[in-house]
DNA sequence: AGATCTATATATAACAA
DNA sequence: TTTGTTATATATAGATC
């Protein structure tokens, strides 16, 4: 009858531990949801356990969407202010590469319509124009709805690495010779395409517990693959 | 000295709710990282407060983006079990309209190359191609990290809808004659095309309260404007 | 605005059925 | 495994500083 006053460290037996979650769980939910009423306030509870295949949360479904929605816009604003954290380090590398890789899209395009205009006029290689993969050169990340992850258990201990490897591009497969373009890919391109069994893992829709860029699960890079060399 | 039995209702003297909020959201506060502690679970608390203007998390940025990108993965489970929530409503539309959008972009390709070799064929038009705009055919949307939205404060009340008029799509901008292409579309993309004052809401990255795609703030359709036409 | 006090309400650890 | 009991720890309403 509660004689010990809770040491408060990992309880070790589990079954002790399990009984403790669930009476604590349900005390937790309780307040959340008094503080909510009391004072007419928005609040939102998420906990995982091993006990449980899904997140137990508070309010339901629409209401946590609702805050949560609320919650996400947040860190573009925190971000104009300080700009110190990662999540802005790595949004100012993609809005610095974008720019790139438009410019690099640009090119890539002129050439290629300025190398059909010449192939037409020397009167030659229209066979091959004909034999242009027009399949590559579509937008396969679209089917990314497909193909759920597996259920998402616990959540392994914290590693925060600047997740390079997430960010993938889509490499060029047309036969049209793009050499030259290869050869002025500045580093920052190279360095993140140098990893080609992320696009397997990419397409399938599962990834590890790598941090990632927050608040946006679903774009996971449909921006770069889709962007690229269209 | 709490002689009184709490009523579980708003507590209407402004004073008494604030001073009740502060005790209650400390102990609150309290309770989760015990929670977390004592059973080595992930728990993420969010508060919003006319008092604050940013929430009030637990625990910090850090964990609580790891628990939510936790949390964000659920609906793709989720909707594999239960097809009948909005969600996956939307996602199902999102992934038979990708499908439409594919052979329509293939197709474009297919006469946009037909076309070009045509005129070269007959030696006609060489200087239209020449003016073909080649900004318009590229990647706008990806200046999206810019523009940060107003701050947030106290959210609207839940105003479920279907989001149609987010859904929008670039317009093919070049010069080249696609009045057939126009005529084959679809009744699903004309829907989603009659907005043209989406257009430069999605792109200063602001929006209202309305319901979004869930857990995917960033990707706000680039997905749309990046793929179609590119 | 907070800090402290104190009587009471509430939560819960250990045990039992 | 859950439910109930009970002694004790903890939270907190209302007052005061």
């Given at each position: 009858m509660t004689r010990k006053k809770v040491k408060l460290a990992f309880i070790t037996n589990d079954l002790a531990r399990k009984a403790t979650f669930k009476k604590r769980k349900k005390g937790l939910m309780k307040k959340v949801s008094e503080l909510s009423t009391l004072c007419g306030i928005d609040i939102c509870a998420i906990i995982y356990s091993p006990y449980e295949s899904q997140p137990e949360v508070w309010?339901?479904?629409r209401g946590i969407h609702r805050v949560l929605a609320q919650f996400k816009r947040m860190p573009e604003m925190e971000q104009s202010k300080k700009m110190v954290n990662q999540e802005s380090f790595i949004r100012q590398?993609?809005?610095k590469a974008s720019e790139q890789l438009k410019k690099q899209h640009k090119e890539n395009r002129e050439k290629?319509?300025?190398?059909?205009m010449y192939q037409c006029l020397t009167g030659e290689g229209l066979q091959n124009l004909m034999m242009l993969d027009l399949n590559?050169?579509?937008i396969d990340?679209?089917?990314n709805t497909t193909a759920p992850p597996p259920p998402p258990q616990q959540v392994a201990p914290p590693s925060p690495h600047i997740p390079t490897g997430n960010l993938y591009m889509q490499?060029?497969?047309s036969t049209v010779d793009l050499t030259m373009d290869v050869m002025q890919r500045p580093q920052w391109?190279?360095?993140w395409t140098n990893n080609p069994s992320d696009h397997q893992q990419m397409n399938s829709f599962g990834h590890g517990d790598e941090m990632m860029l927050p608040f946006c699960e679903n774009n996971h890079n449909t921006m770069w693959s889709n962007a690229i060399f269209p």
């Open positions: 309010p339901d479904n590398r993609i809005a290629e319509i300025t190398r059909i590559d050169l579509g990340e679209l089917k490499e060029q497969k391109f190279t360095d």
